[in-house]
């Protein structure tokens, strides 16, 4: 692990130890000869479930301070185990009655089966059979102080689905009801509302931030076509051939994905 490898200037790998009762998560620090420091220890209880107990002993962050990863486990206290829809009203399933802040934490299913929770101010897209986090929705940017609704927008159909425990009508030999819904933003202050639009697949997580493996690729190829240009138009070694990328509908090429608002759209304009 050289110097260089990260943001940070941290020198580690990450390490996967099994044991008879599930597993632990550990960081090699390759700055400290090696050094193996116990992340989190997951304990499997059933099947099904499992628990996780976390332990960050990491002398370079302030504990206090440290960023805390809420993990949704069925039936705890910031869900509903009953109903995915929480309590529906006839104008629709206010999911937060309150506005969003820093400290606000839920989570529910959709009628769809995925998964969407509160975390740190953003709105998180959890995977539905291990509620493992698969990416950010709304950053805070745009979230805080605005509250959510989940309402139905129209449509209703037969789905011959798992059972994510979800309520529903029965539409014969044992399918499901799946109701189209829409994920709402609002803002009791201006009256504004946005529309949390779902990929075409179905997900709600913003490919925002392209992976590193991916971006080495791409520069490779943006080499190859520099050569490429650089033969077919005859250029000097002195002359810069002229390559653009195109990709899709990321905004950023580095970093963390942590904002996701429009400026003067969904999030307050730039001053």
Same mark, same amino acid.
């Given at each position: 692990?050289?110097?260089? %490898? ?5 020198? !580690? ?13 550990? %960081?090699?620090?390759? !700055? !400290? ?7 989190a220890t997951i304990t499997y209880k ?14 370079? =962050? ?38 969003? %802040? ?6 529910? =299913?959709? @009628?769809?089966?995925? &998964?969407?929770g509160m975390l740190n101010g953003m ?5 539905p059979s291990t509620l493992a986090p698969?990416?950010? &929705? ?14 139905? @927008? ?22 499901? !009801? ?43 190829? &943006? ?29 950023? &090429? ?11 759209? %969904? ?5």
């Amino acid at each position: 692990m050289r110097g260089g %490898t990260s943001r940070d200037g941290r020198q !580690q790998s990450r390490l996967i130890r099994g044991n008879k009762d599930g597993f632990e998560i550990c %960081t090699v620090d390759h !700055q !400290q000869n090696g050094k193996i420091r116990l992340d989190a220890t997951i304990t499997y209880k059933d099947n099904n479930h499992n628990v996780g107990v976390y332990a960050h002993e990491d002398v370079a =962050y302030d504990h206090d301070n440290f960023f805390k990863v809420y993990a949704p486990c069925a039936g705890d206290e910031c869900h509903d185990p009953d109903s995915c829809h929480l309590d529906y009203d006839e104008d629709g399933s206010l999911l937060v009655d309150e506005c969003i %802040t820093m400290e606000s934490v839920g989570w529910w =299913y959709l @009628s769809s089966g995925r &998964v969407l929770g509160m975390l740190n101010g953003m709105l998180v897209e959890y995977d539905p059979s291990t509620l493992a986090p698969l990416g950010l &929705v709304v950053g805070a940017d745009e979230l805080i102080g605005k509250k959510i609704a989940v309402i139905d @927008s129209g449509a209703t159909e037969c789905n011959i689905s798992e059972d994510f425990g979800m309520e529903g009508a029965d539409c014969g030999d044992g399918d499901k !009801q799946e109701r189209e819904q829409a994920v709402v933003l609002f803002d009791v202050n201006d009256g504004s509302v946005i529309v949390v639009q779902p990929n075409e697949d179905g997900s709600y997580w913003r490919k925002i931030v392209r992976n590193k493996m991916v971006r080495m690729k791409e520069q490779r190829r &943006v080499k190859a076509a520099k050569e490429f240009a650089r033969e077919i138009f005859n250029l000097g070694e002195d002359q810069d051939a002229n390559v653009v990328s195109s990709w899709g509908p990321y905004t950023s &090429v580095s970093g963390t994905a942590k904002k996701t608002g429009v400026a003067g759209l %969904t999030s307050p304009a730039m001053k």
